[in-house]
């Protein structure tokens, strides 16, 4: 299975929601990622787990919440969010080490939407 | 500061013709440069990257030169077809962050024209 499996692929929610974002992988990667994407723009980096351990979090807002609960899922809680946050959330996986480390495995992404 | 710049925004070529783009980086410690291709409606996807410890790497039509020093590196692509068509993106890994973190290029939007 060399797939990042995301779901929802849609998502509408309002301002006074709670919605989660879920991402799988089963490739065997120790390292996962949440990105953001607005149209027509480069994705941006959110969150990194490595081994299960948030190992990098680029300033993000408290509204977006990561959890790991194991190194196979990874999920982003949403919870009063702002139109402004309406984009593409994508979630990736990574080998940590050896030559091969680096390439990044996007899911398809969670289109989001803010009302 | 972490940041990349990435030209031309939209290049639009012919079938057969090369395309070239061109990325500069700041980080003087970085050793990571892949390229993603992103077709409309798709995920990114890894189509070359390249080491510090090399200047030029080929894949069939695609090419990617690095020169650090004077911090840019470059992908070519010969004999354009038409499925080429997508934003190409550059990205860095600054040289603290164990690959964990990249720095994406603004992308270029390359239209191949049968």
């Known amino acids: 299975d060399t797939e990042v499996t995301q779901t929802p692929k849609h998502l509408v929610m309002g301002m006074t929601n709670k919605k989660s974002l879920k991402c799988e992988q089963h490739?065997?990667?120790?390292?996962m990622y949440w990105y953001k994407q607005k149209a027509k723009k480069p994705p941006e980096l959110m969150f990194v787990?490595?081994?299960?351990?948030?190992?990098i979090n680029e300033s993000v807002p408290s509204r977006f919440s990561p959890e790991c609960p194991n190194s196979s899922l990874l999920n982003l809680h949403l919870h009063a969010l702002q139109p402004e946050d309406s984009a593409l959330y994508l979630c990736?996986?990574?080998?940590?080490?050896?030559?091969?480390?680096?390439?990044?495995?996007f899911g398809e992404g969670s289109r989001l939407t803010v009302l | 500061g972490e940041n990349v710049e990435q030209h031309p925004s939209t290049l639009s070529v012919q079938e057969g013709d090369s395309a070239v783009i061109k990325c500069t980086y700041s980080?003087?410690?970085?050793?990571?440069f892949p390229w993603y291709k992103q077709e409309l409606g798709k995920r990114p996807q890894l189509i070359i990257d390249?080491?510090?410890?090399?200047g030029e790497k080929k894949d069939q039509r695609i090419a990617v030169t690095l020169n650090k020093t004077a911090k840019h590196f470059s992908l070519h692509i010969t004999e354009t077809q038409p499925e080429d068509s997508a934003v190409y993106f550059c990205?860095?890994?600054?040289?603290?962050?164990?690959?964990?973190?990249?720095?994406f290029g603004t992308g270029t939007r390359l239209l191949v024209s049968p």
């Open positions: 980080d003087s410690a970085s050793n990571y």
């Open positions: 390249i080491r510090s410890n090399v």
């Open positions: 990205a860095y890994s600054p040289g603290n962050t164990g690959f964990q973190k990249l720095v």
């Open positions: 490739m065997g990667h120790r390292a």
């Open positions: 990736a996986s990574s080998l940590v080490g050896g030559t091969n480390t680096g390439e990044l495995f």
């Open positions: 787990y490595s081994y299960e351990k948030l190992s």
